[in-house]
């Protein structure tokens, strides 16, 4: 017969067992723990926080882009209130974050029409001297000065993002003239 007591003594090599081979795999779940809550959650976090405030981005640029198309070919108001561009940019907001604050004009929208010199430099229009003619101006501007994104304020309590002003200016189309009797003609569909 052969003597068992020295197989049983010696555990097979590159195996871990009982308590060490416990421990170990605990020491494993700990690291990840840790790995997630200190690197993984908050990137992916900031991932998706970057990419609203990228599409808020995009949607206010675009935003303003049709407020200026809207000012350019419809009816301007000589006394400079803009309220019929101001009226419409508020009812028409595009889904976004922060919807209200375009709603509301906490976003600073702001319309100004400009005349162009010969040599091509824009200057705000403050009267009309055509000699009788159709009282039109050559370029209106649409900005958007103080719109803040609030997102990261409501969500981790942080500080709102002040966006810098967007402004977008095009030549006047039409501003709403059907024909040279300067009548301005508003459209139906604003």
């Known amino acids: 017969m052969r003597s068992l007591v020295g197989r049983t003594s010696r555990p097979a090599q590159g195996r871990r067992v009982g308590r060490e081979a416990r421990a170990t795999s605990g020491q494993a779940v700990v690291e990840f723990a840790l790995l997630y809550a200190a690197v993984i959650l908050p990137l992916t976090f900031m991932i998706v926080f970057v990419a609203e405030m990228l599409w808020t981005w995009h ?28 009226g419409w940019m508020e009812s028409h907001v595009p ?31 403050s009267s009309c001297s055509d000699g009788g003619a159709i009282c039109e101006p050559d370029a209106v501007s649409v900005s958007i000065t103080t719109y803040q994104f609030t997102r990261f304020s409501s969500f981790f309590k942080l500080g709102n993002v002040l966006m810098p002003p967007f402004t977008t200016t095009i030549p006047m189309e039409s501003g709403g003239y059907q024909d040279a009797t300067g009548t301005c003609v508003a459209d139906a569909t604003q």
């Open 95 to 125: 889904p976004m974050i922060d919807q209200n604050q375009f709603q509301t004009n906490a976003a600073g929208i702001q319309v100004q029409y400009f005349s162009q010199a010969a040599d091509g430099t824009l200057s705000p229009l």
């Open 59 to 86: 949607s206010v640029v675009d935003f303003t882009r049709a407020g200026a198309q809207f000012a350019a070919s419809h009816c301007w108001e000589a006394d400079g209130s803009a309220s019929n561009v101001l």
